[in-house]
């Protein structure tokens, strides 16, 4: 079956590789945190801004609106800021090439990074990333969670 979000997945992605064009593969916490923090973390967000593609999974865009639903339940931040940074986070997931939660997917969360201590939902992001890679050479994972970034650099 195939892990990726669409059949012309593929195509769009052939100058990858050979130094043509970058692409990212965005984590959720570096998500939230580029645009609930701006600012906290410079070297994500020129990251995210200079990509010329990004992928995700679809798991994502569900924690990115349960973060802002999170958020808007304990009051910490103002209903503008947080109507604010939903329309910011929709248009991000806009640019992003969606991969769904596959059996694959599933499975290889199930084997990597055994030795870590990662969460469910950071495997499963993990393991779309490490597909993805299988595919496209130069993905860089894109995190601001250190253990996700370490279960990275072992996969």
Known sequence: ?????????????????????????????????????????????????????????????????????????LGQLSETKLADAEREIESLWARCDLWELTPAVCETARRVASHKPLRTLDALHLATFVLARQRIGDLELVTADERQQAAAEGS
Do not use: N, W
Not at 7 to 14: G, I, K, L
Not at 28 to 44: F, H, N, Q
């Open 1 to 73: 079956m195939h892990p990726g979000p669409h059949p012309s997945f593929s195509t769009s992605y052939a100058a990858i590789g050979k130094g043509a064009m970058s692409a990212l593969y965005l984590d959720t916490s570096a998500v939230l945190r580029a645009i609930l923090e701006g600012g906290t973390s410079p070297g994500i967000e020129t990251k995210i801004r200079a990509a010329e593609v990004l992928l995700t999974s679809r798991l994502s865009i569900v924690e990115g609106s349960r973060a802002i639903h999170r958020l808007r339940q």
